[in-house]
Structure formats: C-alpha cells, structure tokens
C-alpha cells in the first residue's frame, strides 16, 4: 500500500478503481456527458468511460462549463467517482464544491505517473490522502 | 478564511438565505485554495448557457430565485455571458423546444435575481471595460484572460455558481490573480514572427496557451511587432485560455503589466521557448483546411462591430451554396442592422445571430439535426472545443471561410 499526500482536498471518502491518463480534463472539451465517455479524438482516454473511476490526470483544460456540469452530470449519475490531479484551475474546484464531487489536487512528483492505471484507490479528503491498495 | 462583520452576517443568514447559500460556496472554494480572506468586487459576469446547467443548474437556479420570499437579489452589476440560442434563429439551428424551454426558464430566474440579460462574451468590447487593478468575478476564459491581460483588472475564472455567488455577496476569496505575486510572469516566450490575420494571433494564442501549460502559468512574450488591436488581443487571448487554461499572458511593450520586460519579472527568466511561424503553421494544420464544408461559423468570441463590417465587406457579391453563421452580441446586433452589414451578409445567404455562442448552444445536437460536421471557421478556440462535440473543425482565415460558403469546400 501506497499513500500519496495532496495540497488540496475537498469532498466525501471514497474508493474505486483508478482510471489514469498523463491528459487533461474538461467537461466540455472532452466528454460525452450523455454517453459517459471521452469523446475528444485526441483524448488519451478518448472512447473509454469514465463513469465510476477515479479519475487521475494531469490538470484542467479548456472554459468555465465544468462548473455546471459536474453537478448535472453528478443529478444523472454519470460522473466519475472522484477526480485526482496535478493541477486544477478554480473551476474544476468550484465545480467540485458545487455538485459535491470528490477531488484531490497538488502533488510532490507526477501523480499520473505514481498511480497505476486500474489500480485500487482510498480517497480521504479530510486527510488529503490518496491510498494506492 | 478570515470573515469581517460583514461576511459573518452573510454567512449566519442575517442578510437572507441566497447570500448565506452563495458565501458558504465561495468559503468552500476560498478554503481549497487557501485564501486569507475575500476581496470585493465591482462587475459579475455568468456563463450559464443551458447545455451546461442542464435540468439540475436550471433548477438550481429556480430556487435561489425564490430564495427570501422571491426577493434575493444580486448587489452589484451582475452580468450575462451568451445564452444556448437566439430565439429568433432557433428554427435556423434546429433546436428542439425543449431545450428552448430550459433557456426560457433561465431566462426568468435571473431576471428575478436582478441579473442583466446582456449574453455577450465581449462585455470588455461592448458593456464596459474594467479598469487596472479592478477587482472583478467574470466567467468566460476568454473574458478573465482579456480583463486580465490586456485591461490589468483582477478576476480568476468564476464558473457560474461562483459569479452568482460573487453578484449576490459582492466579494469573492482572495486568491490566484487578485494576488500581486500570482500576476507575475513563470514563462519567458519569445516570438520570431507576428501575425497578421485574426486567426493567426489566435493560433499563436493557442501555441502559448499549451507551452504555458495549466492555469497557474504566467507566459510573457516579447518580439511582437507592432500594436495589435482589441479583436487580435481577443483571440490571442480566447485561444490560448482554452488551449491552456491561462487566466493572464504579459507582452512586452503592448500590455500595461509589462510595459518593460522586469516590470512583470520576466528578465529573472530564461527564454523557455521561441515560437517563430513554422510553430503557429503546425497548430493550424491540426485543422486543416481542405475540402468539402458543411457549415461555416463566426463565434467565439462573439465577433465585434468591425468584425461584422469585415465579414459584410466580403460577403457583397456573393451567394452562398452552404451556411454561414455569424455570432455577435445583442449590443453590436442593432448597430450591424443600422449600418446594413447584417443585410449584406443575409443577402449572401448567411445568418447574423446574437446573444448566442455557437459552441454553448447544444452544438452536438445542432449538428445531427443538420447534418453538420466539416466546419470551417476562424476561430482558434473554436477548433480547440468541437473536436469533443464530433465536428471535424478546419481553421481558416475570414476571407477563406467565406469563399467556402460560396463554393461548398475550403481549397
């Protein structure tokens, strides 16, 4: 077991499988929000459904729309379980606050790179800490 | 986050329901990215085009407007980024009435919270600029990055909610760009070559936009020729926010943090990066710009008057064998009618909407309903969105895009 320490934490404890790409993340940009995949071309996870993972990426792209869309994504049930970063911009943090997703975000070192993708993941936000199983 | 009397009140309910339920957000928000305190502002601006509230945001949106008995109102100038149609090309678009339904609803429940209908993404162009040093809680990345840069005002990006927030409280958390070290520069870029057209600067926009890399990069630029003007700043700016998430870029000798390179710590930092013309090239030819079209569009940012007068100017003349959308705000639309630039363009087979933005109005379903999806524009940021909505963008100058609505393909 593995324990990864954020800088930044918001949200409720969970548990998943985590889903990870060295990619950025934006609602708007790069998902089917009806299907519940990537739908960006380019996309490193591009046809891969992310509802229920963990999500582990690299930082927030694109526009402001993620602040919504969390929340209406979270009101159908197809939004991922939580979402880990290197980096966020304020939306993916005022989205998280708004439709009361789990986040973390601010690591030392790569997170993208420490996280096996489909490993299995504890998140405590009260702790700020992501465990690898 | 350390609250004065004021905020207190706010937050224990004292001055009504809406205000508690908006500053428990912005604590929350405050308190993820460690901010001290809050920190009024002047302007609020919303993006709340539909597609992105969906039913949850628009009820949501409902029940703060019957907050306090109905009588929640936002404090301070409380403004709208564009809406998911124009009601009155809504047919033109194909939208179905439901979703026409949800933007009628929104429509209501700002009016009942005080905000002003303005739907444009280019307040800085048409309802007012701020000023330097101005605190502000704006939306639209391209508008932040605007307001920012070229205007020295102080916002970071504030989604919806979070504008809301800040129209009904009046402040916001202190953090990011309202913070003088934030606004400093952390990458040095140096141009070999300046654009010339307007969707050149927004590809340059775009390449600086994923160099810098995350919201929290500051790019300045120096070797830039010449003085761009507001319509080249405004896509440099919207491209390289949606390539990169930038908030704030400095160019030397043009924007007022950066009139020499030391004003904004650039001298401390190396040249990261030379970006000469081949660099802007290989963006655009991520797009290219060849072949059949199914639509052109002129959106994002909503073009200004000049913009407009360009566009009719190349429109005289000809008759369009494909669509042609032109986006603008509901500030410019009068002035494009008196001066008979929308005529010149309807005349040519082409559409002028307004208070929209292309990509914020159910663009996915726009173009299944019509059969849309080799679009051919001029927008940088544009490209960037609607690869993900199943389009196959091709950027393009104006004048190319025009032609491809007259012969069918961009060649």
Same mark, same amino acid.
């Given at each position: 077991?593995?324990?990864?320490?954020?800088?930044?934490?918001?949200?409720?404890?969970?548990?998943?499988?985590?889903?990870?790409?060295?990619?950025?993340?934006?609602?708007?940009?790069?998902?089917?929000?009806?299907?519940?995949?990537?739908?960006?071309?380019?996309?490193? &996870? =591009?046809?891969?459904?992310?509802? /229920?993972? *963990?999500?582990? $990426?690299?930082?927030?792209? +694109?526009? @402001?729309?993620?602040?919504?869309?969390?929340?209406?994504?979270?009101?159908?049930?197809?939004?991922?379980?939580?979402?880990?970063?290197?980096?966020?911009?304020?939306? &993916? =943090?005022?989205?998280?606050?708004? /439709?009361? *997703?789990?986040? $973390?975000?601010?690591?030392? +070192?790569? @997170?993208?790179?420490?996280?096996?993708?489909?490993?299995?993941?504890?998140?405590?936000?009260?702790?700020?800490?992501?465990?690898?199983? | 986050?350390?609250?004065?009397?004021?905020?207190?009140?706010?937050?224990?309910?004292?001055?009504?329901?809406?205000?508690?339920?908006?500053?428990?957000?912005?604590?929350?928000?405050?308190?993820?990215?460690?901010?001290?305190?809050?920190?009024?502002?002047?302007?609020?601006?919303?993006?709340?085009?539909?597609?992105?509230?969906?039913?949850?945001?628009?009820?949501?949106?409902?029940?703060?407007?019957?907050?306090?008995?109905?009588?929640?109102?936002?404090?301070?100038?409380?403004?709208?980024?564009?809406?998911?149609?124009?009601?009155?090309?809504?047919?033109?678009?194909?939208?179905?009435?439901?979703?026409?339904?949800?933007?009628?609803?929104?429509?209501?429940?700002?009016?009942?919270?005080?905000?002003?209908?303005?739907?444009?993404?280019?307040?800085?162009?048409?309802?007012?600029?701020?000023?330097?040093?101005?605190?502000?809680?704006?939306?639209?990345?391209?508008?932040?990055?605007?307001?920012?840069?070229?205007?020295?005002?102080?916002?970071?990006?504030?989604?919806?909610?979070?504008?809301?927030?800040?129209?009904?409280?009046?402040?916001?958390?202190?953090?990011?760009?309202?913070?003088?070290?934030?606004?400093?520069?952390?990458?040095?870029?140096?141009?070999?070559?300046?654009?010339?057209?307007?969707?050149?600067?927004?590809?340059?926009?775009?390449?600086?936009?994923?160099?810098?890399?995350?919201?929290?990069?500051?790019?300045?630029?120096?070797?830039?020729?010449?003085?761009?003007?507001?319509?080249?700043?405004?896509?440099?700016?919207?491209?390289?926010?949606?390539?990169?998430?930038?908030?704030?870029?400095?160019?030397?000798?043009?924007?007022?943090?950066?009139?020499?390179?030391?004003?904004?710590?650039?001298?401390?930092?190396?040249?990261?990066?030379?970006?000469?013309?081949?660099?802007?090239?290989?963006?655009?030819?991520?797009?290219?710009?060849?072949?059949?079209?199914?639509?052109?569009?002129?959106?994002?940012?909503?073009?200004?008057?000049?913009?407009?007068?360009?566009?009719?100017?190349?429109?005289?003349?000809?008759?369009?064998?494909?669509?042609?959308?032109?986006?603008?705000?509901?500030?410019?639309?009068?002035?494009?009618?008196?001066?008979?630039?929308?005529?010149?363009?309807?005349?040519?087979?082409?559409?002028?909407?307004?208070?929209?933005?292309?990509?914020?109005?159910?663009?996915?379903?726009?173009?299944?309903?019509?059969?849309?999806?080799?679009?051919?524009?001029?927008?940088?940021?544009?490209?960037?969105?609607?690869?993900?909505?199943?389009?196959?963008?091709?950027?393009?100058?104006?004048?190319?895009?025009?032609?491809?609505?007259?012969?069918?393909?961009?060649?």
């Amino acid at each position: 077991m593995k324990e990864l320490i954020a800088k930044h934490a918001i949200g409720k404890p969970v548990s998943g499988t985590a889903m990870v790409a060295n990619d950025g993340f934006s609602a708007r940009y790069d998902l089917d929000r009806i299907g519940g995949t990537f739908s960006r071309p380019t996309h490193k &996870l =591009a046809g891969q459904s992310y509802v /229920g993972k *963990v999500l582990v $990426l690299d930082t927030a792209k +694109g526009g @402001v729309a993620s602040a919504w869309m969390l929340r209406e994504m979270a009101s159908r049930g197809i939004i991922p379980l939580a979402l880990v970063f290197n980096s966020v911009n304020p939306i &993916l =943090a005022q989205g998280a606050a708004f /439709g009361g *997703v789990t986040m $973390l975000s601010g690591f030392e +070192g790569e @997170v993208t790179a420490q996280v096996p993708d489909g490993a299995r993941v504890e998140i405590d936000p009260s702790r700020r800490i992501l465990r690898i199983l | 986050m350390k609250l004065n009397d004021v905020e207190r009140a706010m937050r224990a309910g004292d001055l009504g329901r809406a205000p508690q339920i908006a500053i428990e957000h912005q604590i929350q928000v405050g308190d993820y990215f460690g901010a001290e305190d809050f920190v009024e502002v002047t302007q609020a601006h919303i993006m709340a085009d539909t597609e992105s509230l969906g039913e949850a945001g628009v009820k949501w949106l409902e029940e703060m407007a019957r907050e306090d008995g109905g009588r929640a109102r936002v404090c301070i100038p409380t403004i709208t980024d564009p809406r998911g149609t124009d009601f009155a090309k809504a047919k033109v678009l194909k939208q179905p009435e439901r979703f026409l339904e949800l933007e009628r609803r929104t429509i209501a429940a700002f009016r009942k919270l005080g905000v002003s209908l303005t739907d444009t993404c280019i307040n800085y162009q048409t309802i007012q600029a701020p000023t330097r040093n101005e605190s502000v809680a704006f939306g639209d990345t391209g508008v932040v990055i605007y307001a920012n840069s070229v205007c020295g005002a102080r916002s970071n990006y504030e989604g919806g909610p979070s504008a809301l927030s800040a129209g009904l409280t009046g402040r916001t958390p202190r953090y990011g760009f309202h913070l003088d070290p934030q606004r400093r520069a952390t990458v040095r870029i140096r141009a070999d070559w300046t654009p010339r057209t307007l969707n050149e600067w927004g590809a340059l926009g775009g390449v600086v936009g994923k160099l810098a890399g995350n919201y929290w990069s500051v790019p300045v630029v120096e070797g830039l020729q010449g003085a761009p003007g507001s319509d080249a700043m405004k896509h440099f700016g919207a491209a390289m926010a949606s390539f990169g998430s930038i908030a704030l870029f400095h160019l030397v000798g043009i924007t007022p943090e950066a009139v020499r390179l030391e004003d904004c710590g650039g001298d401390k930092l190396p040249v990261a990066h030379r970006v000469a013309e081949a660099e802007v090239r290989a963006l655009m030819a991520d797009y290219p710009a060849d072949g059949e079209v199914d639509v052109v569009v002129f959106s994002a940012p909503q073009l200004s008057l000049y913009e407009l007068r360009d566009l009719a100017k190349l429109c005289e003349g000809r008759r369009f064998v494909k669509p042609l959308l032109a986006v603008t705000s509901p500030q410019v639309k009068p002035d494009c009618d008196r001066f008979g630039y929308t005529k010149s363009i309807e005349d040519a087979g082409g559409h002028v909407l307004s208070g929209m933005c292309f990509y914020q109005s159910y663009a996915r379903e726009i173009a299944e309903a019509n059969g849309w999806k080799r679009l051919a524009t001029n927008s940088t940021k544009i490209v960037n969105i609607l690869g993900g909505y199943g389009y196959k963008p091709m950027l393009a100058s104006m004048e190319r895009c025009v032609e491809a609505a007259q012969k069918g393909r961009l060649s």
